[in-house]
């Protein structure tokens, strides 16, 4: 049974910092991929970033890029968005993405993953 779990999310100022904690369960995590995406009220879910949980390799949307960064752990088979620098575009919901079956090129689509979690709620005042 896969679980994905996040944590972390909450309520900072704009300027502050977060770090979402992405939890994964039930599958081969160390020959995938994870990723963070999220959704903001009336609008679509849209990519974050990803990173590859065996090589490292990472991608990030442009509006997120030098802001957030994503890492993993692989003895906890946990991904993490670290988020600075919060900005009044950034809060939505943030749901952690894994089971990658497309390559890197697509990894803004929803369809190149197999699970999601829950998400977890970032709000920015």
């Known amino acids: 049974h896969v679980q994905l779990v996040e944590s972390g999310g909450g309520s900072v100022q704009a300027g502050g910092s977060l770090r979402l904690s992405c939890a994964a369960s039930g599958y081969t995590y160390n020959r995938n991929c994870m990723a963070w995406f999220r959704q903001a009220p009336g609008k679509e879910r849209e990519g974050v970033a990803r990173?590859?949980?065996?090589?490292?390799?990472?991608y990030y949307a442009d509006s997120v890029k030098g802001r957030f960064t994503i890492e993993r752990d692989n003895t906890k088979n946990t991904a993490y968005l670290q988020m600075n620098n919060l900005k009044p575009e950034d809060p939505a919901m943030y749901y952690c993405a894994a089971d990658c079956v497309a390559g890197p090129e697509w990894w803004l689509l929803q369809s190149s993953y197999n699970y999601w979690g829950q998400g977890t709620q970032v709000t920015v005042s």
């Open positions: 990173i590859a949980t065996g090589s490292g390799n990472t």
